[in-house]
């Protein structure tokens, strides 16, 4: 071969060495962008209300507190920096944070995979993590950064491991700490080190990259963690081999673009899992027999996934399922993980490359498909939510601090953490994530109609009878169906029905729809008073009255 030809070949090795870490680039760069822009969208959840709403200031217990039994050391500095910069007027820079932390956790995965299967093996490996629709929960939801720190600090980890020097296991033991102040997922990645090193030279030399960071978990549950609610139980530990096995079966589904987020197709696609499962039990069978001995790391990888979904099914409550979507990324990575450990050393020829990226690609469509469904579905939630809190923001000088936003209330359900008091005291420190009066009329109608409803339930705006005749010059108006009586007066109404059957009211004030306000019948011959407390907003309010009969509106 002459010398061009030489160099020539040299580059193209060169470039198709590059070209995988070049696209799998690329596509974090349009993943990055596509999770902030939807993560933006969809409000703050629960999880995010309860750091900004109940963990004010920087002491201990605000720290240190558990959150779902976890650790959020890490969250917790994170998040109060950036509310402490930005405010909480928009999700975005919260958004930025946690999708930041997810792709580092893919590109050290990327990492992770290529030094045991090579750039093309990272590549098909780790591109549908990106777009991991399943896993919609955690990619969409900036909270979950305890997850995705965890991960990231975790792999980061072993791969220092790997260096087995003392300076490596120095750096190991500083990410594992990390990894556990992010999230108890690091415990699962200290089993993973203690087998790692439990089967190398001197393992009593190296006990410390586990013992320190493990002492300091135990100081943290002693002093905060055990304060948790936990659901152990002897059911859940019967139960856990199948959770397990459910475990892996719903992570290859989810990795293979094909589980369904919640709804109908959950069932199918966990049978769909399980075959896999199998399938893949005995591929990795096939695979061991090919080969001399065991691969040492595949054992810590497994030690990590087995103890993961072990540690979940003791755990196992209502919303904790191994198909529950917080799960799935990672499930999703762990199965990546045991895979590149168990094809260690193999290389794929350019025709499988090509059937292993069609498959990849295939995936990643399935998961959009899962991410835009979930999104649409959390947009809602979002939606409904800026209206309720809005309409509290208008009630800010007559609504009980006390007032707990419920699904009875506004159709969004808090589980008890919103409340009025809490939420006002944010909004006056780092500004409101919520509609204004200006921005309501023209919000989607399931906001509109979410701040009436509020509105409603807040004490102030009642419908009460009246012992009394009414003194007001008004006429008397026929209701035979139903009614409308628009800007009504400041203040409200009286009304008396003269004649006829009940006649129901309903209110409203930006909902355009319907009336979500019911305030009740009016009982024939009677007077009723109808209180419109004043608030921030001047929009007027409209009246629907539904039945048969004759009814006097009057000004109070």
Same mark, same amino acid.
């Given at each position: ?44 959840? $629960? ?20 959150? =779902? ?12 920096? $950036? ?26 995965? /990327? ?19 990106? /777009? ?8 969409? *939801? ?44 690091? $415990? ?22 586990? @013992? ?9 549950? *002693? ?143 399935? =998961? ?19 209206? @309720? ?15 707990? *936003? ?33 921005? *309501?009329? @023209? ?114």
């Amino acid at each position: 071969m002459s010398a061009a030809g030489g160099d020539r070949a040299a580059g193209e090795d060169r470039f198709e060495g590059l070209l995988p870490t070049v696209l799998f680039a690329a596509a974090a760069v349009a993943s990055g962008v596509l999770l902030v822009v939807l993560g933006s969208r969809i409000g703050f959840s $629960i999880d995010h209300w309860d750091v900004l709403l109940h963990r004010r200031g920087f002491s201990a217990d605000v720290i240190f507190d558990p959150a =779902n039994e976890h650790p959020v050391i890490a969250p917790m500095l994170i998040f109060k920096v $950036i509310l402490g910069v930005f405010g909480m007027d928009s999700l975005t820079p919260f958004q930025l944070a946690s999708t930041a932390t997810f792709l580092g956790s893919a590109a050290l995965l /990327f990492v992770y995979v290529r030094r045991r299967v090579g750039d093309w093996g990272a590549l098909v490996a780790t591109l549908p993590i990106l /777009f991991l629709g399943a896993a919609a929960d955690d990619l969409l *939801l900036a909270f979950q950064i305890g997850f995705f720190g965890s991960m990231a600090l975790g792999i980061a980890m072993l791969l220092a491991l790997e260096r087995e020097d003392r300076r490596a296991d120095l750096v190991a033991c500083a990410l594992l700490v990390g990894s556990l102040c992010f999230s108890s997922l690091g $415990i699962p990645f200290a089993i993973g080190a203690a087998v790692r090193i439990a089967t190398r030279p001197e393992p009593v030399r190296r006990i410390f990259v586990i @013992a320190v960071p493990l002492a300091l978990y135990a100081t943290w549950w *002693l002093g905060w963690g055990h304060t948790a609610d936990s659901a152990i139980s002897f059911q859940n530990l019967v139960d856990s081999p199948g959770y397990v096995v459910d475990g892996f079966a719903s992570s290859i589904t989810a990795l293979l673009g094909l589980a369904a987020f919640g709804g109908d197709g959950e069932i199918d696609s966990l049978t769909m899992g399980r075959v896999l499962l199998v399938l893949a039990v005995i591929a990795a069978a096939l695979r061991l027999r090919s080969l001399p001995r065991v691969p040492a790391w595949l054992w810590v990888s497994l030690s990590i996934a087995l103890a993961f979904w072990f540690l979940a099914a003791l755990n196992a409550i209502p919303l904790r399922e191994p198909t529950s979507s917080r799960y799935q990324y990672i499930g999703a990575v762990f199965i990546v993980m045991i895979a590149a450990d168990l094809f260690r050393g193999a290389r794929a020829g350019r025709e499988a490359i090509a059937v292993l990226l069609t498959v990849a690609v295939v995936s990643v469509v399935g =998961n959009v498909k899962a991410l835009a469904d979930a999104y649409r579905e959390q947009l809602d939630f979002a939606v409904v939510s800026e209206g @309720a809190l809005g309409a509290i923001e208008l009630a800010a000088e007559r609504v009980d601090p006390a007032f707990t *936003l419920g699904a009875e209330n506004s159709g969004y359900e808090s589980l008890g953490i919103l409340d009025a008091g809490s939420y006002l005291s944010a909004v006056s420190a780092f500004g409101s994530p919520a509609y204004s009066a200006e921005e *309501l009329p @023209a919000a989607p109608e399931e906001a509109r109609v979410a701040a009436d409803r509020v509105l409603g339930s807040i004490p102030g705006l009642a419908l009460q009878p009246l012992g009394r005749e009414v003194t007001a010059s008004c006429e008397p108006t026929p209701v035979e169906g139903t009614r409308t009586f628009e800007d009504l007066p400041a203040g409200g109404v009286v009304l008396e029905s003269h004649s006829g059957d009940d006649v129901d009211v309903r209110l409203r004030r930006f909902a355009t729809e319907s009336f979500p306000i019911e305030l009740g019948p009016l009982t024939p011959r009677r007077v009723y008073e109808l209180e419109l407390p004043s608030d921030r907003s001047g929009e007027p309010w409209e009246l629907e009255l539904t039945g048969a009969g004759s009814v006097r509106a009057c000004r109070r």
